[in-house]
């Protein structure tokens, strides 16, 4: 049985959902046929005829099509109409609230789902299952599939902190926070900045941040306020080799999500990242984060926007015992290898698609 993974967000560029498409279709067990194009979200626009007309030549030998997500799920009821097949599509959640083209999007999006042609939803956390409900998609017409996560290349812990020390040039002893994320607001990157980091000055902290994006004239706004130069260094787009050293070489890992309006965050994918490489890891209890970050197994959830909450929660980390901290680190990483391993992330959809054909 052969399936078409459609996907407009494949390697080698860079992002979660790029990353998702490629371990999916790597592991997945089965024959498969994987069609991609496109780099930019604008790319849909000549990306998605072609994808129709190559899954025209391929629908005799094909059982069922997998679309990557709902933005490229629009082509579905022509793609039902050429074919006449089984139509699966990943959704992410930013699909269903994001509204741009003077509600142009949501109003194709709208069409699209009602027309009924995508014959199954795949969820990527619970939030977007709750999403999808309120857009009047039955409950037996959804399956709830998180992301998964690959074993650390490299586990030498020592080595990777002396690398990451000598390539940002500071003290193996200083405490190192990270956070990667694309730089815009609903990360809630610039609040952590303003309302928690000035409150842990007393143990010299360097906030590292790893990603680009529009946030950041704002993030380096806020630095200049309140003075905290010394204390916050923006990275900007790194290597997959930086990226290991920062998830092995760093302290703490930070998710401050806060919530903006038809923004969503879908799945704590590199907060998920983190505790696989055994770095303790705080995240605020948004969207479809705790889809990922299970409290107290893989990380601690707190409620979004309270400086509190972080500042004492970091505060106990810094302050207790190095080796516990790093206990938990480690018993985080096996209970996420063991519940987020991409090989039986594929084996759900394998199960799904089956029951589907």
């Known amino acids: 049985m052969k399936i078409a ?3 407009r967000k494949y390697p080698p560029q860079k992002g979660g959902m790029e990353t998702f498409s490629w371990e999916l279709t790597k592991n997945y067990p089965n024959e498969k046929i994987v069609l991609h194009h496109g780099k930019r979200q604008i790319d849909v626009l000549w990306s998605a005829p072609l994808l129709i007309l190559q899954t025209w030549f ?3 030998e094909t059982a069922l099509f997998h679309l990557g997500d709902l933005v490229l799920g629009l082509i579905a009821p022509l793609l039902k109409l050429l074919t006449k097949k089984p139509i699966v599509v990943t959704v992410h ?5 994001y509204n741009a083209f003077w509600g142009l999007y949501q109003k194709l999006l709208n069409f699209t789902l009602k027309t009924q042609a995508i014959d199954h ?3 990527v956390s619970e939030y977007t299952k709750k999403l999808l409900l ?6 037996n017409k959804i399956t709830v599939i998180p992301h998964g996560v690959s074993a650390p290349k490299n586990t030498d812990l020592e080595l990777a902190r002396k690398k990451l020390c000598e390539k940002i040039a500071c003290s193996p002893d200083r405490l190192l926070l990270l956070s990667v994320a694309r730089l815009v607001r609903r990360k809630g990157l610039a609040w952590f900045i303003e309302e928690v980091l000035p409150k ?3 143990y010299n902290p360097l906030y590292l941040v790893a990603g680009s994006g529009l946030e950041q004239k704002n993030i380096e706004k806020i630095i200049q306020k309140t003075k905290q130069q010394n204390n916050v260094c923006l990275l900007g787009k790194v290597n997959s080799e930086i990226l290991e050293n920062l998830y092995q070489g760093a302290d703490i ?3 401050p999500n806060i919530p903006v309006a038809n923004d969503s965050e879908g799945f704590g994918f590199t907060a998920l990242e983190a505790a696989v490489h055994g770095l303790p890891v705080i995240a605020a209890d948004l969207e479809g984060i705790p889809s990922a970050i299970h409290q107290g197994k893989n990380g601690i959830l707190l409620e979004p926007q309270n400086a509190e909450a972080f500042v004492k929660q970091i505060t106990v980390w810094i302050e207790q015992n190095p080796v516990d901290r790093k206990n938990f680190g480690k018993q985080a990483q096996i209970y996420t290898l063991k519940n ?3 090989p039986d992330v594929a084996l759900n959809y394998q199960k799904l698609f089956e029951s589907l054909v």
Not at 93 to 97: F, G, H, K, Q, V
């Open 5 to 7: 993974f459609l996907t």
């Open 93 to 97: 959640a930013l699909e269903l609230t």
């Open 200 to 202: 842990l000055q007393k």
């Open 58 to 60: 391929l629908k005799k």
């Open 134 to 139: 309120t857009k009047g998609i039955l409950a």
């Open 121 to 123: 939803y795949v969820a």
């Open 253 to 255: 890992f930070i998710a």
């Open 340 to 342: 987020f391993r991409w």
